[in-house]
């Protein structure tokens, strides 16, 4: 595999906003399993679970944010995780180089006082040199090809000291056990949020999500009619969607039609691609000024109730 080499456009962002992320604490976790995210829940995509797994895992890259997508500003297959953005090009993963955006964000360098020392190697393609704790780790985690050549000195940010390198940026915290004093900073999630949220989001939620496996949904109805007259037909209408907005196609939904002691329960069919059903209920034979009370249960494959909701219309003369 290899880093990603094609150029990208400056982007600007304001130094007090960007910083904020920058500067958040990047702690440890336990090693995750083949192709999960322990912390956000959301799985590494198949396309690079294999990368993700040999070159680190979430010690380097840090949990999936994203699920696999089709990036806006450059159109391949993308994944981002908390520290890195991964793209296929072709049949290959390369890395986005999101050390050199945030590099151009930082509006003054101050470069660190360094000690003499005997650990250091000088990168010729850029004349900076990477040295200590920061070059064993890049050694570690086969720097060359996940990070890139170092892009700064080891700069003072506030109380951090960083070095940033084409793709990521590391962080030195002596407070931290010396195997994590090295951590790469979520510059994954400072891009996601500037760059992409929002574009991500709106294509997310135009993306139905089969019912397989949804374990509650948001449920809204309505009527066609909230004063019903003699001789009209009544129309329900569902949509159904998981908490985080997408519509669920392929569902099963029910309605229990109440009125004075009488209760029917109907079947409404399944939700369509846009997670959405409409059923014409049948003559209820209501008497005038009655208050009739239709609540809509969403079925799981497993016949669980895993949303509802409630609305009420009236008879009429």
């Known amino acids: 595999m290899r880093a ?31 192709g999960t ?17 040999a070159n680190g895992g979430e010690r380097l890259f840090g949990d999936a944010i994203t699920e696999g997508f ?20 072709g049949d290959a993963v390369v890395i986005y180089p999101l050390g050199k955006w945030a590099l151009e964000g930082l509006s003054k360098q101050i470069s660190a006082s360094l000690p003499d020392s005997g650990n250091v190697r000088l990168f010729p393609e ?61 510059l994954g999630q400072a891009h996601f949020d500037a760059e992409m949220s929002f574009s991500y989001r709106q294509k997310l939620l135009a993306q139905p999500v089969p019912f397989a496996g949804v374990a509650r949904v948001d449920v809204f109805t309505s009527v066609e009619a909230a004063v019903l007259y003699a001789g009209d037909e009544q129309t329900l209408y569902a949509t159904i969607l998981t908490p985080e907005g997408r519509p669920v196609s392929g569902i099963s939904a029910q309605v229990t039609i109440s009125f004075d002691d009488n209760e029917t329960v109907l079947a409404l069919g399944q939700t369509d691609a846009e997670g959405r059903l409409a059923v014409t ?18 079925l799981s494959a497993s016949g669980d109730v895993i949303g509802r909701d409630s609305i009420t219309f009236k008879t009429w003369w």
């Open 281 to 298: 209920l049948p003559d209820l034979n209501a008497p005038p000024g009655t208050q009739v009370l239709l609540q809509t249960a969403v």
């Open 70 to 89: 089709e990036a806006a500003d450059d159109g391949r297959f993308t994944q981002y995780f908390q520290n890195m953005r991964l793209e296929l090009d």
């Open 126 to 186: 850029t004349g900076i040199a990477v040295q200590d704790e920061f070059l064993d780790f890049y050694d570690e985690f086969n720097g060359e090809v996940l990070l890139g050549a170092p892009i700064s000195a080891q700069l003072d940010e506030g109380d951090l000291r960083v070095q940033y390198f084409e793709n990521g940026r590391l962080e030195w915290r002596p407070e931290l056990p010396v195997e994590q004093r090295i951590q790469v900073s979520r």
């Open 4 to 34: 990603a080499s094609k150029h990208h456009s400056p982007f600007t962002i304001h130094y007090s906003l960007f910083i904020i992320f920058l500067l958040s604490a990047c702690t440890a976790a336990p090693p995750l399993a083949t």
């Open 37 to 53: 995210a322990a912390d956000t829940g959301i799985p590494v995509d198949a396309a690079f679970a294999a990368f993700y797994d």
